[in-house]
């Protein structure tokens, strides 16, 4: 939680995509998507594995063909976080996904076909008892309603949704979420302020094609973040065109931020100037590669010197004040006898870190 503000979060129904909780004030899950060609069994379970070891709550995979399905059955067997099958056009990818063991299903309503097919996947749905996301898209819209608006705008992906919610309360389905993405913040932000006024079930947000590693890290996290800022939003996705991994970072960074969620290290670090006593930047990049295996979420302040590192410290679970040659180290707020030689920082920090967490896993193991 963050220390100055709570955020409100939109009421919302909850489904569960496997065992993960969607909505109705449940933890903001994490998700990505898999990059490697789906039939290609083994890159596609090593990437799954390595989206779970940085924290990835759900992972969806393109089921584009046949051969692909066939492929998901493989691969749903040997991962444990659940997955959803995403389909575009042909709805029988859906049913076959379903049957190979799918969590859920994301389906896009502009490109997905006639209300008969819908309700195909619905019943499918129904009898595995999976939810599907309704994952309204900017980029293909039905024909109709762009023809209607011209160009793709908040109601138009809102109508477009809407449209789709109307066949599964027809089909009496509600185990579903709702997603109405646009590469445009302005737009994306705004279909979804409408329409989380305007339904009950949880919302999947993102900010859909947002771009490389650092444009659309930029992208996602003021959408996303006017967005959860709002209330609304229960599960995301980071949408960026850099590996899959950096996906679920960032998601987590943007969920730390706003005190929505924890995961692993929260460092505090200066921008640095020429008052620095130590090489800041490389310290903090070198500490964030060598500690990414942590989850346990900590507070770590370092900064180059004394004009803000005390008072950043005293804030932080551990901090570091540069000093000349030697540097302050403080635990809880409290300024620690032993200060660490500069040269030795990495080093040390590492150690005082890994044990900290030791200490913290072990209470809260003792709480439980
Ligand atoms: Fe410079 Fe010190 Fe500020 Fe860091 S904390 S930017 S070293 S003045």
């Known amino acids: 939680m963050n220390k100055y503000k709570t955020i409100n979060r939109r009421k919302s129904d909850r489904i569960y995509v496997g065992t993960v909780p969607i909505g109705n004030n449940s933890p903001i899950s994490i998700q990505s998507m898999t990059n490697t060609k789906t039939t290609n069994t083994l890159d596609t379970i090593k990437q799954i594995l390595e989206l779970q070891k940085v924290g990835v709550d759900i992972v969806r995979v ?23 099958a995403d389909i575009h056009f042909d709805y029988r990818l859906a049913l076959k996904s379903i049957e190979y063991g799918a969590d859920c299903l994301r389906v896009n309503p502009g490109n997905i076909g006639n209300k008969k097919r819908v309700s195909e996947i619905v019943k ?21 309603i762009l023809k209607k608006y011209r160009i793709p705008t908040p109601e138009a992906l809102v109508e477009s949704a809407i449209r789709h919610i109307e066949y599964f309360d027809d089909l009496n389905f509600h185990q579903f979420k ?19 006024k305007k339904i009950t079930q949880p919302l999947h947000i993102g900010i859909t094609e947002a771009g490389s590693f650092r444009n659309g890290t930029v992208k996602s996290s003021i959408g996303i973040a006017c967005l959860l800022l709002d209330g609304i939003g229960d599960t995301l ?49 070198q500490l964030e590669k060598r500690l990414e295996d942590i ?6 302040s370092i900064i180059g010197c004394i004009v803000n590192g005390i008072g950043e410290a005293k ?22 006898k032993n200060k660490l030689k500069n040269e030795e920082i990495i080093e040390k920090l590492e150690i ?3 044990n900290k967490i030791k200490k913290i ?7 439980k």
């Open 352 to 354: 005082k870190i890994r």
């Open 237 to 285: 996705r980071i949408s960026l065109s850099a590996n899959p991994i950096e996906e679920v970072k960032v998601g987590y960074d943007i969920l730390k931020v706003l005190g929505l969620r924890s995961r692993g290290i929260n460092f505090i670090a200066c921008p640095t100037c020429s008052r620095q006593e130590f090489d800041v930047i490389n310290i903090v990049n």
């Open 295 to 300: 989850s346990t979420p900590i507070d770590v």
């Open 178 to 196: 709702v997603s109405v993405k646009a590469s445009d913040v302005f737009l994306a932000v705004e279909a979804y302020r409408i329409l989380g």
């Open 124 to 144: 499918c749905a129904k009898d595995k008892n999976i939810p599907i996301r309704i994952g309204v898209n900017a980029g293909s819209l039905e024909k109709d």
């Open 62 to 84: 393109a089921i584009p063909t046949m051969k692909a399905a066939e492929s998901f059955k493989i691969i749903k067997k040997k991962v444990s976080v659940p997955l959803i």
């Open 315 to 336: 804030l932080s679970t551990l901090g570091l004040t540069g000093g000349y040659k030697k540097s302050a180290f403080y635990e809880d707020g409290i300024r620690q």
């Open 361 to 367: 896993d072990e209470l809260n193991n003792c709480k």
